[in-house]
């Protein structure tokens, strides 16, 4: 589905895209800002990264960073990743979660 996404066949609301990655609202938001950060190469889930992906992780790491900024969650934002069907992904490509906009909990449910 992420594939899709990212190749524009499916329409969703991008907000940041580079040659790595490619952002997008999600559509079930859990916050007032929650967005979908997702690599253009296609992986399965974070495990199945390589030490090949290390530049990939970061790139996707500083999408978060900018976006943070560009939507002023000054006051805290959670970067997550589900690693896993028990962990709660639901998506079988890697994806990273920007949350923020609320006070959010500690630990996560
Ligand atoms: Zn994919």
């Given amino acids: 589905m992420f594939c899709l996404i990212v190749s ?3 329409k969703s609301d991008i907000v940041f895209e580079n040659e ?3 952002a997008f609202k999600d559509i079930n938001p ?4 929650h967005i979908l950060i997702v690599s253009k190469k296609h992986l ?3 495990a199945e990264t390589g030490p090949e992906d290390v530049p990939l992780l970061g790139e996707m790491q500083r999408a978060a960073v900018e ?4 939507y002023k969650l000054d006051d805290g934002f959670r970067l ?3 690693n896993g069907r028990e962990a709660g992904q639901s ?3 890697l994806h990273y979660h920007l949350l ?3 006070r959010l909990k500690w630990p996560p449910g």
């Fill in 8 to 10: 524009k066949e499916i």
């Fill in 20 to 22: 790595h990655v490619s």
């Fill in 30 to 33: 859990q916050a007032p800002v």
């Fill in 44 to 46: 399965k889930s974070l």
């Fill in 67 to 70: 976006l943070a900024a560009r």
């Fill in 80 to 82: 997550v990743v589900n």
């Fill in 91 to 93: 998506v079988d490509h």
């Fill in 100 to 102: 923020g906009g609320r």
